[in-house]
């Protein structure tokens, strides 16, 4: 790739790779380390508690929902083990999280998530995410970690997501059935035809999703202004050399950049279910780029809540922005007029000075 620095990077390991020995976590460790010394905040994403619990409970190589979700409950404690192992030696503490499909569909549920994945990095942690695969029911299952760490990338505001897999990229044909089939560098655009040769994975082999799932995360991580790099994991340093181009991998571009992705998210995509009207102070200040404090907001309107759209107005009610609301409706109203500074007072407890953060918010 070599294109400008990472900035936020998120990493998915197969499980192929996670429990397919050669001491890949440590090789990985020692890759996270150097990166995080050159400034990239690295987000893994790692499968590998199905096969593993599935082993350690002698259930058989294809399990039931029921005895695959049992074996995710046994793998993922040995999963962060071998993870702590890994990172101890490079001084980098480890933290996991479990997903569910509405933790990153939920508005709500993904300001926490994105809120602690912040924190997390701050602390100079490595935040490690699993599907919460065993409680997860249908309809809350994202079912692979390929999609589940597109979503990752979007909600953490990632600008490259890699997948990390026992293969170096897309091919014309899945190679291990088709020795003609060529490697694709570079896809500028997922074009029906290109998802068409993507298959599925081996049957027998502890992946899920093969080729397809990846193409499908590409596509998420691509609207959301997210590069995908798709390679191998193995020998030494395989994100570095992914990362400078050394190593061969697939690239699937991205539309734009996370933040004007998130932008068009809030201004096209979102409904509004609330508004708070503001004084001409405000909207001059608003127009300088600043953030909705609640000393220039005259009033609000709707039922809201944390992370609900809602429409910024002018003194004689026209839509000047839209934006995220850090505060419930009935916070917000008890803030009204009232100095950011003075929040934690009035509510017993601060989110920040902001009732709309200028990340959040698009002009009109
Ligand atoms: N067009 C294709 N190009 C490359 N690999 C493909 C293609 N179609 C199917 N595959 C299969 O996808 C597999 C990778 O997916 P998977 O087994 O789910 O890995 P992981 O566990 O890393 O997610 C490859 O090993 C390969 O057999
Ligand atoms: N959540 C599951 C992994 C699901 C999955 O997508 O697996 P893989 O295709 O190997 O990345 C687990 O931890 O076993």
Redesign the pocket.
Known sequence: MAGPPVRRLVVKL????VTGGEGFPERLAADVAALRAQGTEVILVS?GAVALGRDLLGLPKSPRLDQKQAAAAAGQPLLMQAWGQAFAPVGLVTAQLLLTANDTEDRRAYLNARGTLAALLAAGAVPIINENDSTATAELRVGDN?RLSARVAQLAGADTLVLL???D????????RDPA?EHLPHVAELTPDILA??????AA???????R??LEAAQIAAAAGCVTLIGSGAGERPLARLIAGDARHTAIAAHGSPASAYKAWIAGTLKPVGSLRIDAGAAAALARGSSLLPAGVTAVEGRFGRGDCLVVLSPDGRELARGLARYDADEAVRLVGKRGSAIAEILGYSRGDALIHRDDMVLR
Do not use: E, Q, V
């Open positions: 197969g499980s192929a790779l499968s390929d897999s026992d293969i990229g897309l091919y014309t044909a899945d190679p291990r089939a040769l993507a298959g599925d994975t081996d082999g502890p992946g899920t999703g093969g080729m799932t990846k």
